[in-house]
């Protein structure tokens, strides 16, 4: 479709030459990072205020035009594709810290300000925003899609960390949904709501957000492992033990091998652990010493410590460079990534079957996970243009959420819907989808937010 | 209004003799434990499976006739008052543990079952459900109301701690709201939006639950300071220095009265702090160093250490009847409490100033809260046939929520809405509170589900 005249005079009014009809900027707001086909918006409006965002919905609304709310373009299942043309609202330029209270502990941010330029700009504070996803994605994003990461075991997600939004709803209305006290039983949750909506009931325009101390001490650490089954355990009984783990990451030898090509480190070719400990020297020292007893049991021990900053840092940029790294394990493929999660009894069962299918399969498949909360990823490279390898793919994708639903899962940990996995909601929900539904139908009954993605 | 024949026909063959119109019954069931004027249903059915539970709104739903749920009947707020008569459904015989999971710290149970039936049914596991309104509520209804209490601090409320829900809707359709995955991005968080509805979009029919391990260490303690300022900015303090105390409550020195008459303590008569401190034996005594060299800081020294677990038992005891004990200070008297919650740093300028308003009045009023999270009640004492006095009640509750939201608190931040707090929600939540009215119309279009609580 093309965007009828009167609306793009309409835009033109509210964005001046912030609207753009260019095919380049068009096609690079209509795809994200993976492997799911683009599709470009008609137009693309960089917005710099909620009254902005508010007057082009009102005019998209009237005209019944589709609204695709855009940040980094990071998400990982199609969230961004304009399936249905319309109007993509790039929200980057939207990126100022509105207040930071220390006091309080919270900070309100527009929706274009990135995870890393938060915790840069309150570096001064003592206080950082623990949720780290990997990308240096958006918070407006990262709320759109209810993100994690390797801090989640500790520091829960997207859901447990926004106190509060505003909201640009289907009708051009602009809502907040709360205030900034730690906890509220004053009516029903829409900030949970719109948390992980994915851009379908409302666009994010400001988030209120927790924020914690950055801890007294931290230490971090890599281990080996003998075998998957023992990596995982471990960390199964580190989580059954109460543990406080920070952080505990697996990668598989596939992995590690790409990690050590890719980041030119020189880790042993083994399923290994990333682990890091926050807290008092004591506290961090008593955990460590924990959860190594715990590795010994089951025949590993060679724990490599990265104490300092830089040997830490040096660490995590090696893990958050994976999925790179496995891209770069065959030069012009494609990964085609799922995303699955099962309760941590689970984990070793369901990872060990899946190794078992990717072992079995002709495609180069790595393992990599927030396993500390029975999350994990299997990125699967693919020839994007050998119809062989794209159905082999798909194949082992929904052999993965398959297993993951029979174990009391979920088809997605953290990466979200898009419409990557809106096939598989049935499957996990079953009636409480048409609750969904409805709860869109009541929202945004012309069905012009981010259309085609989570509900369908 | 009276039940039509023949939904009374259709319930009795649902229930048998579990169905009951003897006005006894009736009346029970259309009160709380508050000072809000109850309002019996015309019927009470005693469920004891989630089949009956459906079939019942089915039926009701066919008459277009209320139906609200019921648990202890502790709430606060009015939830529970028949306004507009119908079904009442008590859940108290759906009181098994269905499973416990304690390699996954989950458990699911039925909605009748009380949070102490809970922890006695899993003491031998080692784990515990943390969250603890005082009250020996049940959890369907604790979900219900987003309940919290002393250790949310610490674990936060029942919105982060309920995995999944089974609900049954307006239409009497069942859905369960997510599996047992420790995170999702799969869709709408359907679990949230149930979680604080107060019955208004569903009865909870099953609840899957967080479990913790019990800690290896727990101490407690009581501190008297020299004036309440002292109390509160102690609280605020620890709480910005990132202590993670398990519970500290606040009680003003008329509250210590209270509770030294009812519970038969002697406790100094001054504002008084109650902790306790939970993890290793090294992080408790960490803790509690920390913590007593904050209250130093402000004046106060003599902590009176409670270790074992007898007299943690009796501490807290003393605590959870503070509500009886304020009302004991007044024979024949009601409680008039209210519930706020605002920023931690404007906790001190919040109580203070509501301090002065009760010391202004000529009413018996304490104050008593889970101040970690800026969370406070006052419990006004009011002779419910005089209405001067229950015209002071409602002035001073109207200060203590106008002063909260002024703050960016919130109207309430456990008790919930009920109907008594229905006016304030417009204040807090302006045009948002149409968009719950359109989730509440989404799901509930014939409005039966608790006609005239939360959003009216």
Same sequence: chains 1, 2.
């Avoid at 082009?56 to 709310?69: L, N, Q, S, Y």
């Avoid at 830089?310 to 790294?325: F, G, I, K, P, T």
């Avoid at 790595?366 to 119809?387: K, R, S």
């Amino acid at each position: 479709m093309t965007l009828p005249a009167a609306l793009l005079d309409q835009l033109s009014a509210i964005f001046g030459d912030r609207l753009s009809l260019a095919a380049p900027v068009r096609e690079q707001h209509g795809r994200d990072e993976s492997y799911h086909p683009g599709s470009p918006p008609d137009a693309v409006a960089f917005a710099l205020s909620t009254t902005e965002v508010a007057a082009a919905v009102t005019a998209c609304a009237a005209h019944k035009v589709p609204v695709i709310a855009f940040g980094t373009g990071t998400s990982l299942e199609g969230h961004v594709a304009a399936l249905r043309g319309g109007l993509c609202i790039d929200l980057m330029g939207m990126n100022h810290v509105v207040a930071v209270r220390p006091e309080d502990m919270d900070v309100t941010v527009q929706p274009g300000v990135t995870r890393k330029q938060l915790n840069e700009y309150i570096r001064d504070t003592g206080l950082f925003f623990p949720i780290d996803p990997g990308a240096d994605a958006s918070l407006g994003g990262m709320a759109a899609t209810r993100a994690s990461g390797t801090n989640a075991v500790r520091y829960g997600t997207m859901k447990d960390n926004v106190l509060a939004l505003e909201v640009v709803l289907a009708d051009g209305r602009v809502i907040r949904t709360g205030g900034r006290a730690r906890k509220s039983s004053a009516g029903y949750d829409l900030t949970r709501l719109m948390v992980g909506s994915e851009g379908t009931l409302g666009i994010i325009t400001e988030l209120t957000l927790k924020l914690y101390g950055i801890p007294e001490a931290i230490s971090a650490a890599v281990c080996p492992f003998p075998s998957v089954e023992a990596a995982i355990n471990t960390v199964i009984l580190t989580i059954q033990s109460g543990i406080p783990v920070a952080r505990v990451e697996f990668l598989d030898a596939v992995m590690v091998e790409a990690v050590n090509r890719y980041s030119k480190t020189a880790h042993a070719l083994a399923p290994t652990l990333f682990f890091e400990f926050h807290g008092s020297p004591a506290a961090v020292a008593e955990q460590a010493e924990k959860v190594g007893a715990i590795a010994a049991e089951f025949g590993a021990s060679d724990f490599q410590w990265a104490t300092g900053p830089e040997d830490r840092n040096r660490l995590w940029a090696a893990r958050h460079s994976a999925y790179w790294a496995a891209l770069a394990l065959r030069p012009g493929c494609k990964g085609w990534t799922t995303d699955a999660c099962v309760p941590i009894s689970r984990l070793a069962e369901c990872i060990l079957e899946t190794k078992a299918d990717l072992d079995a399969s002709p495609l180069i498949c790595a393992i990599v996970g927030h396993v500390g909360d029975g999350n994990f990823h299997v990125v699967e490279l693919v020839d994007p243009t050998n119809p062989l390898e794209v159905a082999e793919a798909e194949r082992l994708n929904k052999r993965v959420v398959a297993r993951a639903l029979a174990m009391d899962g979920t088809c997605t940990g953290e990466h979200g819907v898009g419409y990557g996995k809106m096939g598989y909601l049935a499957a996990e929900f079953g009636e409480a989808l048409d609750v969904m539904r409805a709860v869109k139908r009541a929202l945004d009954p012309d069905g012009i937010m981010n259309p085609g993605k989570v509900v369908g």
